[in-house]
């Protein structure tokens, strides 16, 4: 049986986007592709119990029935780590990833194991990333984000920490590289890191596609309330802009498909929106939604339009700086029924990474 341990050099570097896109790509050479996630922080409830979200989506998208517990054995829910330095139970958490490992890995042709943020990520109760891949036998591949200096520097670190644990770095895949920037850094970070003696086995272009949130998405992350257009949740972003200017100025920054953010008073901003039509399509608005901050909700007559206007508006108590900077900070994270979004990221390991080499490096 082949496994690979998939770990990164900080967190939202991709590490769940490239192991789904490794797993499609596999099931089209082996019969048998089995996933774990050791340890999960982001975690849903499932038959009621606490599962990562990722083992959710994977087991999902890729039709890959292991038990979703055994798929992510360890869930770091709150106060668990206060927990464990007050008790420690090393071996209580050893013997539940092997276990579950064992369970998942058996009859498989391959095993894809999830680390969770860089590789000493879980050291504080004694499971870094490094001393899982160990503990599993696996080696291991590094996912980093675009760049040059900074992504081989943290690369050489991470590196280090595996090696200390006996696991062997079987190469890197640097993620999210801006196409302007494509050929220049594909080519220097081969070249600096082949002077460190690590393998590169993939750059992968950034695609703005995959960043986009939905309102949906927005819900699951915030307390917003929806104030109409619910049937509308799954629009996704383009941009996000703040409607805080006169509205003469903002319809310069209003694109196709945007979000804006403005106090639910602005009477006047929130008709202006609804004058902007797409120049694609003439019948449709060029904002995608609003989010009306201040907990303000609009007069009934604006509210009669807003329902009519086929978008989603959100209702949030806070003030606008506040959800401008929630909305900034989002994670997202792909869905089980983000369907465009699976399909670009099958294509882009499939165009970009070298399954050849990692296959016969494991």
């Not at 009859?107 to 860089?118: K, M, S, Y």
């Not at 004694?126 to 696996?138: C, I, M, Q």
């Not at 699951?220 to 109409?228: N, R």
């Amino acid at each position: 049986m082949k496994k690979i341990f998939i770990a990164a050099t900080k967190q939202n570097d991709g590490k769940t986007t490239v192991s789904l896109g490794l797993i499609r790509n596999f099931q089209r050479i082996f019969k048998k592709v089995g996933f774990i996630k050791p340890i999960g922080q982001r975690y849903l409830e499932e038959e009621g119990l606490k599962i990562d979200e990722d083992s959710v989506l994977i087991e999902e998208v890729c039709g890959i029935k292991c038990g979703l517990k055994d798929m992510n054995p360890i869930a770091v829910e709150k106060g668990f780590t206060e927990r464990y330095i007050s008790k420690p139970n090393k071996d209580s958490i050893t013997k539940q990833i092997k276990d579950s490992f064992k369970r998942v890995s058996r009859g498989q042709n391959l095993v894809i194991i999830e680390g969770t943020g860089h590789a000493g990520v879980g050291s504080v109760f004694d499971h870094s990333n490094a001393t899982v891949a160990r503990l599993l036998g696996s080696k291991a591949i590094l996912i980093s984000s675009g760049g040059v200096g900074r992504p081989i520097d943290e690369i050489i670190l991470n590196k280090a920490l595996l090696e200390r644990e006996g696991v062997k770095l079987l190469g890197v895949i640097i993620n999210k590289v801006l196409p302007d920037k494509y050929d220049k850094i594909n080519r220097l970070v081969r070249k600096g890191l082949e002077r460190k003696g690590v393998n590169v086995l993939g750059v992968i272009p950034y695609d703005p596609m995959l960043a986009k949130p939905t309102f949906e998405q927005i819900l699951e992350e915030t307390d917003f309330d929806v104030l109409c257009g619910k049937e509308y949740l799954e629009q996704s972003i383009s941009r996000i802009i703040i409607g805080a200017m006169e509205p003469r100025d903002a319809v310069k920054f209003i694109t196709e498909d945007s979000l804006m953010i403005t106090p639910g008073d602005r009477e006047d901003m929130i008709m202006t929106v609804l004058s902007c039509f797409s120049e694609i399509d003439k019948k449709k608005l060029k904002i995608c939604g609003l989010v009306l901050t201040g907990g303000i909700t609009p007069e009934q007559p604006i509210m009669n339009l807003l329902s009519k206007a086929g978008i989603p508006v959100l209702l949030s108590k806070l003030d606008t700086y506040h959800v401008a900077t929630i909305l900034h900070d989002l994670t997202v994270k792909i869905r089980p029924n983000d369907l465009e979004k699976i399909e670009t990221v099958v294509k882009l390991i499939r165009r970009n990474v070298d399954l050849e080499r990692i296959l016969r490096g494991m």
